[in-house]
C-alpha cells in the first residue's frame, strides 16, 4: 500500500506540474485576446498529461494476462499517439482564415506543444519539459522584435472610382510613388457607361505597416473622385 500510495502521489503532482506550466503558456494568449487562453491551455495539458499516466499504467491492469492465451496486446505509445491525433481538431478550430492573413497559428502550435508537455510530464521527463516550456514562453514573450526584423509584405487591394479623365490613371500612379515601400502589383479596371464612372482595382504591397490613411486621402483629393476604398488582401 505503500507503493501505491507513493506512486499516487507521484501522479498528482506531475498532472498539477503540468496544469501549471500549461496554464503559464496560455496566459500569455489571453493576454493576447484569443479565444484559447489560460483555461483551455490548462486543460489540454492536464488532460494530456492523464492519457500518458494512462498509457503507463494500462501496463498494471493487465500485467496478469498471458499473452498466449489473451488477445490484449499493450503499447503505451498508442493513447499518448491519438491525443496528439486529435490535437488537431481543436488546433483547427483556433485557426482562422482572414481575408488578408491566416492568425491562429500560434495559439494552434500552442495547443499542440502543451499537448507534449503533459504527456512528457506523465512520462516522468521533468527537466526536459521545463526547459521547453522555457523556450516556448521566450518564443512567446521576447520573440517578437526578431519577426519585425523580418519586414514580411503587406498585401493591400485599392479600389478607387471616378469619373472618367485621360491622366486618371498616371495620377494615381503618381500618388503612389511618392511613398516608396509601396509597390503595385498589377492593376485591374471597369468602366460603367451610363454614369461615365472609371473604378480602378489595384493591388498592392509594401514592406512595412504604412499609415493608409494618408494615402488615401491623397487619393480622395483626385479630381472627380467618388470613392475611395482600401483592405486587407489574400496572400498569392
Known sequence: MMFDSLGTLSD???LILSALLGGIIGFEREAHGQAAG?????IVSTGACLMMLLSLHIEEIYRNFNVSESVVRLDPGRI???AIASMGFLGAGAIIKGKGAVRGLTTAAGLWAVTGIGL???????????????LILISLYLMKPVRELAHRRIYSS???????ADDALAQI?????????IFIQHINFSFEKASGI?????RVYSKEDKNWEHVVKR???LSGVEEVRWEESDVP
Open 219 to 221: 487619393l480622395t483629393e
Open 120 to 134: 512528457s510530464i506523465g512520462a516522468g521527463y521533468i527537466a526536459q519539459t521545463l526547459f521547453t516550456t522555457f
Open 38 to 42: 489560460f483555461r483551455t491551455y490548462l
Open 158 to 164: 485599392l479600389t478607387i472610382s471616378l469619373r472618367a
Open 12 to 14: 498528482l503532482v506531475k
Open 80 to 82: 499518448a499517439s491519438y
Open 198 to 202: 472609371t473604378t480602378y482595382h489595384i
Open 173 to 181: 500612379r503618381m500618388i503612389i510613388s511618392n511613398y516608396p515601400m
